[in-house]
């Protein structure tokens, strides 16, 4: 196993850009500032991964190796999945700061979404230039974007496009609530029929009955959290949670399965779904460590597994603390968030004007760790904005209710 950074940097050495890697190991990660400059740094990059290629889609990452599968190093082609819902967070952005070129960003990405999206309803797995192949969690995500392009515009074109993924989602369901049909080509179904996570995308699905008033997205949803909370552990672990590794999933795939549950919920005020989140939740907060950070996989007795760090995992969980703030007020999922917020902005690359790094967030830490080794994932930015947004809004208002 390759573990260091020299180790790594020698591995790689006919792949690197060593002009980006001497700046890594130079300084470029940030020192904290105030949140408001780290929220405007993210936003930055997400703009710069936008307009690296024509159309409107979101590049899926910078990376500073070239990858031989990708057969490419720099911008990756844009990645239908994540910029799906990366567009509430530039909404949420452009109301903040109030300017108008953010809505027109997201706008442009809910248009160019439904440009590609196949004559099944599905959203494609993978990136734009890969081969088309439908995928239930990315057609999950993109609904998200086409539901807030809808409310944002009242252009009935989104809510068209949200309303034919969700038919599709519920035509590729099993009675059991589960999803083990098109679960994207880029995944390994070898060790799992279905994934615990794609309750983030039985979320969408009610966040869809909530704008239609269609029931049959709403029942969808509560079957595949129902099937979800059979896969639940006493401890509040979730098995078959992970593309790859279920026996320790990553701290990535651990917080979409926890939001899925928590968000429906709290739109349902289903008491009993909101204390099944809380259990996953409260466990990754108790091994939380002094400084924030958590470990990037954990094994089925809620152990660290890997030596690494999950960003966008981490990022996630922010957010989830912060929501658990706002729904039960208590104090202790504030300072949680805080905390693992104020370990992100540590780490944001700050220190260049490299478009591919400047308010960047890699998939690892350190940087050659397992998850998007060598890479800036614009999913790991797009939750790292909106932990610190979420953030900001707390402190600033005092909010706290559902």
């Not at 590729?172 to 309750?199: H, P, V």
């Amino acid at each position: 196993m390759i573990s260091s950074i020299a180790q790594q940097v020698k591995y790689y050495s006919s792949f690197i850009d060593h002009e980006l890697i001497k700046m890594y190991l130079g300084g470029a990660r940030s020192e904290e500032r105030d949140p408001m400059k780290h929220i405007e740094a993210g936003v930055d990059w997400i703009c710069h991964a936008q307009d690296a290629f024509h159309g409107g889609g979101v590049a899926r990452s910078y990376s500073l190796v070239y990858h031989p599968f990708f057969k490419r190093r720099g911008w990756f082609a844009p990645y239908p999945e994540t910029t799906g819902y990366i567009i509430p967070t530039l909404f949420d952005y452009g109301r903040l700061v109030n300017r108008q070129e953010f809505a027109d960003r997201a706008v442009r990405m809910a248009d160019w979404e439904c440009r590609v999206q196949l004559e099944s309803g599905a959203v494609q797995g993978g990136m734009i230039d890969q081969t088309p192949s439908p995928a239930i969690f990315n057609t999950g995500q993109v609904i998200f974007g086409w539901i807030r392009a809808f409310q944002e515009t009242g252009q009935s074109t989104y809510l068209v496009s949200a309303v034919k993924a969700g038919k599709f989602l519920i035509s590729q369901q099993d009675e059991d609530g589960a999803w083990r049909k098109s679960l994207s080509d880029f995944t390994n179904n070898s060790r799992m029929s279905s994934y615990s996570y794609n309750t983030r995308t039985a979320w969408a699905l009610m966040e869809l009955a909530l704008v239609t008033g269609d029931e049959e997205f709403e029942a969808a949803a509560i079957r595949n959290v129902e099937f979800a909370l059979g896969q639940q552990n006493e401890n509040g672990w979730f098995q078959s949670n992970c593309l790859t590794q279920p026996d320790r999933p990553l701290t990535h795939t651990i917080a979409y399965c926890i939001r899925g549950i928590m968000e429906i919920g709290a739109i349902m005020k289903n008491q009993e779904y909101l204390a099944k989140a809380r259990r996953a939740a409260d466990a990754v907060l108790a091994r939380q460590r002094p400084d924030g950070t958590l470990a990037g996989r954990f094994n089925e007795r809620w152990e660290p597994a890997v030596d690494w760090r999950c960003l966008t995992g981490e990022a996630q969980m922010a957010g989830i603390w912060g929501r658990l703030y706002q729904i039960t007020g208590q104090p202790e999922y504030l300072a949680g968030m805080k905390r693992t917020n104020a370990a992100l902005r540590k780490i944001q690359f700050l220190h260049t004007d490299h478009p591919g790094l400047y308010g960047g967030i890699s998939g690892s830490h350190p940087i050659q760790g397992a998850y998007g080794r060598f890479e800036i994932l614009n999913w790991a930015v797009k939750f790292f904005v909106d932990a610190q947004m979420l953030e900001r809004s707390l402190t600033n208002n005092g909010d706290h209710g559902v």
